[in-house]
């Protein structure tokens, strides 16, 4: 069972199988698994991969209850999904920690989450603001609607209904329904070819005093997800932002196949 990769989303594993697996195999080593762990009660396939600006991937029963909705809980969070209708990946609990640390430090009145999901990145981040006896208002923006749905499920479960709301729609219509200018905004986004760093440049504060050499207080930061090489994401993020922003701080996120990763840029506005 170690070999065949998977992700447990509450009470469902998720089982990615080679290809030609027999689906008496499937099935047998699925019934195994659901003995082995005792805090499973559903086993699915991964039958295709996720793709689409919506995240979403189809996956077939195999094992325990018919089901495809879960609790799932991390970070001291708690957050209900469909693992068919929504996105959400659990080996980014750890990046969503780091993010929610270090916005926790910046201490933001307004933060903006872009391709929010299921909202986990809104309520992480409202979590440690919270423990950290810190106020703030978190805007949730996804395109799905049926991820906006559970979003505000989540956001009710964890009782942040006076610190996140929904702003469903696309992404580059943010700036058409708010005049809000955002201290930090977060941008978990998918591998597709739009950076949206253009939008983000249109919701950020600018720097109180521009002659001011450097990033001076004041200017909203940005945290970004990009993917490919070092160099192709920061190549990327300079096109897109024409010298709009201060130095860039960059790191691995994790791999999203073989020899492919997902990066984590963090800047200023200048």
């Not at 080679?18 to 195999?25: G, L, N």
């Not at 006076?162 to 978990?188: E, N, Y």
């Amino acid at each position: 069972m170690k070999k065949i990769p998977q992700d447990l989303i509450g009470s469902i594993a998720i089982l990615k199988f080679p290809r030609k697996t027999f689906s008496i195999v499937k099935k047998l080593k699925s019934r195994k698994f659901l003995k082995q762990h005792k805090t499973i009660t559903t086993v699915v396939e991964k039958t295709d991969k996720i793709s689409g600006r919506l995240r979403v991937h189809k996956t077939k029963h195999l094992a325990g209850e018919k089901t495809k909705e879960t609790v799932h809980n991390e970070n001291g969070c708690k957050f209900k999904i469909n693992v068919d209708e929504t996105y959400f990946s659990p080996r980014l609990s750890n990046e969503r920690k780091i993010i929610a640390e270090r916005i926790t430090k910046i201490a933001p009145k307004k933060i903006l989450v872009m391709f929010a999901g299921i909202s986990p990145y809104p309520i992480v981040i409202a979590k440690f603001l919270k423990q950290a006896n810190k106020k703030t208002t978190i805007i949730s923006n996804e395109i799905n609607q049926k991820a906006n749905v559970y979003g505000q499920k989540n956001i009710q479960l964890n009782k942040f209904q006076k610190t996140v709301s929904l702003l469903p729609g696309d992404a580059k219509k943010i700036p058409l329904k708010t005049k809000d200018k955002f201290d930090v905004i977060v941008m978990p986004r998918p591998n597709l070819k739009d950076t949206f760093l253009r939008t983000a440049l249109k919701l950020s504060k600018m720097p109180k005093n521009s002659a001011t050499k450097g990033t001076p207080s004041g200017a909203t930061t940005i945290f970004y997800h990009g993917f490919g090489t070092k160099d192709e994401v920061l190549k990327e993020i300079k096109k897109d932002t024409k010298n709009k922003i201060g130095k860039i701080k960059i790191r691995k996120a994790g791999d999203i196949g073989v020899g492919k990763w997902r990066w984590l840029a963090e800047f200023k506005v200048k």
